[in-house]
Structure formats: C-alpha cells, structure tokens
C-alpha cells in the first residue's frame, strides 16, 4: 500500500516571500501521479498542481512549482510571492497510474501542512 | 457547468440513528469516489464507485457503511447506527471516463463536503 507523509504540521512565511512545504511518499510502483490540493477554511479541496511520474520536468502553475525527485520519492511545494490568499491547508496526494473499472483509483493524502501567512 | 454537488452540506444525528449522505457528480462524469476526513487528519479514501458498480470499497469500514451508484440519481453513501466516532467530513468526487489523455490524469473534482455531526 501507499503511504504519504507531510512532516510539517505548520509552516509560517511572511507575506511575498518563499516557502516550501515538504512530501514524501512510499510506493513500488513506477506509474503514478502526484498532486498539491489546497483547503482553505470553506473546506472545498482545490487542486494547485500535479506532476506526472513519467515526466522529468517540475510542474509549474504560476507562482506555485514543485520539486519532484523520483528516486527520493520526494515532492515538495514552492509557493513564490506568498499572498495573504495562499493561508490554507495543504496536502499532498498520491494516485496509481493503474485503472480499474474504466476510471482512475482513489487518491491516497497526507495529513496536511497547514500555512500561515504573516502580513 | 456545475460542479459537484454535496447535500446536505451539515448533517446532526444522534447515536443510533442512519446518515444519508448524497453526491451528484458533474455532468458527464461516469465514476464517483467517497472520502472521509476526520479532524486534524488528511482525506481517506472509502469507495470508487461506477455507475450501478462499486470498483473499489477497500476503504470502507466493514460494517454499518453502504454506498451506491444508481443508474439514475445521486450516489448515495449511507451510514446506519451512527456513532460518535463517524462524526467527519464526508467528500465526494468524481471523475470523467478514462482517457488516453495522459496529460488529464483523470482528475477528481471535488465538491464541497457534508459535516456530519453524531450528537
């Protein structure tokens, strides 16, 4: 089974700077897709980014990258030019390339980094 | 076109009694997916289902829990005897057909929740 691990409860970072939030995860798989949901407090989950294990490039959507390291089973999150909106909940998310039943499995999360941001 | 749709978004019970809680994927997707989050913690994921076919329940508790997936109509996922540990946010997401479009994943589109609280 999959497992994936956010090992920052919470993180702080002053507004317009830079900060990282960590992910590890555990799989024997080769295949797979890796995503950045965020919850702000409405509780709606809200996909930020995902990176395709077959890819070698980080995904990039605007001031959001990742840092995806495949032997490390590692992805991290960078959130650049952090604004007040950026406050949230962030989880990293786990899913197998592998389909049953026509559709895509369910998604395996860690237990979340919840970010402040200071003005 | 709407989102997914979640009701009742608060739902109280009291032990003993039964939870209905209901989902309406987005127009033209075919598979739905059920995820617990309990406080403090990320999503769990409970059960995948297909239209009139359950793929994957290997998260779901054994006993008490139920989902379906009618033909017509919303998915339903149904707790009986409620307990004071079954108090959580219920997610429900859903994803279209697969797709040779890698580049998608298949992404899950989340709605909003359903609090249930067991009094």
């Known amino acids: 089974a999959q497992t994936v691990t956010q090992s920052q409860p919470e993180m702080s970072v002053q507004e317009a700077e830079t900060v990282t939030l960590s992910c590890t995860y555990d799989t024997s798989e080769s295949d797979y897709y890796l995503f950045w949901y965020k919850q702000p407090p409405s509780r709606q989950m809200i996909l930020v980014i995902r990176?395709?294990?077959?890819?070698?490039q980080n995904a990039t959507e605007n001031r959001f990258s990742v840092n995806f390291q495949k032997a490390a089973k590692s992805f991290s999150l960078k959130i650049s030019d952090s604004q007040l909106g950026d406050a949230a909940m962030y989880f990293c998310?786990?899913?197998?390339?592998?389909?049953?039943?026509?559709?895509?499995?369910?998604?395996?999360f860690g237990k979340g980094t919840h970010l402040i941001i200071q003005p | 076109n709407a989102g997914v749709m979640q009701n009742p978004r608060h739902l109280v019970r009291r032990r003993g009694q039964e939870a209905r809680l209901r989902c309406s994927p987005m127009k033209g997707h075919s598979h739905v997916y059920w995820y617990r989050q309990l406080p403090e913690e990320g999503l769990k994921f409970m059960v995948y289902?297909?239209?009139?076919?359950?793929?994957?329940e290997s998260g779901m508790p054994k006993e008490r829990f139920s989902a379906e997936f009618p033909k017509e109509g919303p998915s339903i996922l149904r707790i009986q005897q409620v307990v004071r540990g079954d108090s959580a946010a219920y997610f429900c997401?859903?994803?279209?057909?697969?797709?040779?479009?890698?580049?998608?994943?298949?992404?899950?589109?989340f709605g909003p929740g359903t609090r249930l609280t067991v009094l």
């Open positions: 289902l297909q239209k009139e076919n359950i793929i994957d």
């Open positions: 998310a786990y899913r197998s390339a592998s389909y049953s039943g026509g559709g895509a499995d369910g998604l395996t």
């Open positions: 990176q395709e294990a077959y890819k070698q």
């Open positions: 997401a859903s994803s279209p057909p697969w797709t040779q479009d890698w580049e998608i994943g298949n992404e899950q589109f």
